[in-house]
């Protein structure tokens, strides 16, 4: 018995290390080369998204499997590759390396190194496309996720695990938001995937320099493609960015992954699609466009305990066209993610920055993960600053205000300077909270407008160096007490006495 158990044994890791030889078909032809396109001949076993190996070291992926031919997308200069080429399969899905190696790096959507570093060791790599996580291992979002701007925490508060689109015209400040969000993660053990898809270089060059300035490259990772490569590379960006924030939320940590941005994602796969003769729809993008930004936003979780608690949240970037959101794009991916933040040209013409449109920007899961403080806190905001924009128009066509709307005009004008926020100046949340909560109550109404944005510098300052213990208290996940509510007022209260002195102005 012992021996027949043990034949089976030896039988077994047999089967299970045999790897066929490949077959005299598993080498494909080149037959026709179409920009990043390739069909090939002689490849059918070849399975859907499977790695294929060119001249060159090129790399490709199966995209279209027909009966007699498959087509190919290539990650390369296509002009390398001619007709007669040999083409091998590789048993094997697209992978990409994955790990804490790439931390600080600017990578290609391959892997490669592109910031002039030589590649690291790398001990892992993981399948490019791969099923997003069972309802079963997911846990409802419920830890916050600060992105450091006070509108944004306030009003539309983020998750650890949450999808939140972030849409509007070109040049609305989309890319800046993110920027600042990463920035704040310092310290906080965030891990950052920023994806460019088809940027400009200098854009990537600035962007990159700005996360160097301030620090933030040790705990951020830039997948990077721009304007100059091929629709194929832009394709695969962002599935690689989930693939490796994907590992790290599988290892228990949080990530955030930001895909800059998926309008120019879709073109990429609309022109792959319609060179390999797939029927265009809707503004000529193919049926499964759809799918293909569903399946990307998905994979972000946030993780139950027994699977870690890891999670990874997912900043899309869409691109719209003068305003338009129910565009075809725009409109699927509200769809698929959790809220979205909708910026606005004219917002950011009149000087109001971020340029958030409060009333078109929602987040539907991240309330849950909001600190009961802050919600309490907040829950005058959005009023406060609807009210002031439709009174705003209102005072515009009538030249005599009584005296109850223009103190509320004073009013909404001193909780609109104070919620606006400049670049790369993401804040601590309980500075936020003592913001807000001075506009909200009113507690600098009597502050002259052109003095505001020196008294918030001035209270931040002040509140760090004297008040570290109101801080500490301010970030805790518990109620606003009385007593508290009593400490931050005076506190406020006397700060602002003493502010309004130096500045010679009668209270
Ligand atoms: N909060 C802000 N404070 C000051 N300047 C800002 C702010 N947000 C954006 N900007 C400035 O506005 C300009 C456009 O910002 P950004 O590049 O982030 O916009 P975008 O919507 O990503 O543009 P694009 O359409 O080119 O991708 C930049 O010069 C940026 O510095
Ligand atoms: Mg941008």
Request: glycine share 8%; charged share 25%.
């Amino acid at each position: 018995m012992a021996i027949l158990t043990d034949t089976i044994k030896k039988a077994k890791q047999v089967v299970q290390g045999y790897i066929p030889e490949p077959e005299i078909n598993e080498i494909g032809e080149v037959i026709e080369v179409q920009g990043g396109v390739i069909t090939i001949a002689g490849l059918k076993e070849a399975m859907m998204g499977e790695m294929l190996i060119f001249p060159h070291g090129l790399k490709g992926q199966v995209f279209n499997l027909e009966k007699e031919r498959i087509s190919c997308i290539l990650f390369g200069d296509h002009s390398l590759i001619k007709q007669g080429d040999r083409v091998f399969r590789t048993n094997r899905v697209l992978e990409v390396p994955v790990g804490d190696e790439l931390l600080g790096r600017i990578i290609d959507p391959l892997g490669n190194p592109l910031d002039g570093n030589p590649a690291p060791d790398f001990r892992y790599k993981r399948p490019i496309m791969l099923h997003a996580p069972e309802v079963i291992q997911r846990q409802p979002v419920h830890r916050p996720l600060f992105t450091g701007i006070k509108t944004i925490d306030a009003m539309i508060p983020l998750g650890k695990g949450q999808r939140e689109l972030i849409i509007g015209d070109r040049r609305t400040g989309k890319t800046t938001l993110t920027i600042d969000t990463i920035l704040n993660q310092k310290g906080k053990n965030v891990l950052c995937v920023y994806v460019a898809i088809g940027k400009r270089l200098s854009a990537i060059t600035e962007m990159v320099d700005i996360l160097k300035r301030y620090n933030a490259m040790a705990y951020s990772i830039i997948v990077s493609t721009s304007a100059e490569d091929s629709p194929a590379f832009l394709y695969l960006a962002p599935y690689s960015g989930c693939t490796i924030a994907e590992f790290f939320m599988n290892g228990g940590q949080d990530v955030l992954v930001i895909y800059d941005d998926l309008s120019k994602h879709a073109v990429a796969y609309r022109s792959l699609s319609l060179l390999m003769r797939r029927s265009p729809g809707r503004e000529s993008y193919p049926g499964d466009i759809f799918y293909l930004h569903s399946r990307l936003l998905e994979r972000s979780a946030q993780l139950s305990d027994d699977l870690g608690g890891g999670s990874m949240s997912a900043l899309p970037i869409v691109e719209t066209q003068e305003g338009d959101i129910s565009a075809y794009i725009p409109t699927n991916i509200i769809s698929i993610t959790d809220g979205q933040i909708y910026l606005e040209s004219n917002l950011f013409a009149k000087g109001f920055l971020p340029p958030i449109n409060i009333g078109l920007s929602v987040s539907r899961v991240g309330g849950e993960a909001q600190t009961p403080i802050m919600k309490k806190v907040a829950r005058r905001l959005r009023l406060d600053l609807a009210q002031y924009f439709e009174l705003e128009d209102f005072a515009r066509f009538s030249s005599e205000l009584d005296v109850i709307t223009s103190r509320q005009l004073e009013h909404g004008k001193r909780v609109l300077e104070l919620t606006t926020q400049i670049q790369y100046q993401p804040l601590d949340i309980s500075l936020e909270i003592l913001a807000v909560f001075a506009a909200t109550q009113g507690l600098i109404d009597h502050v002259p407008l052109h003095l505001v944005k020196q008294w918030e510098a001035n209270l931040y300052q002040t509140a760090a160096l004297e008040k570290a213990d109101l801080l500490n208290e301010l970030r805790k996940d518990k109620e606003l007490d009385s007593r508290l509510e009593q400490e931050i007022k005076e506190f406020i209260r006397s700060f602002t006495e003493q502010f309004l002195q130096e500045k010679n102005v009668s209270n």
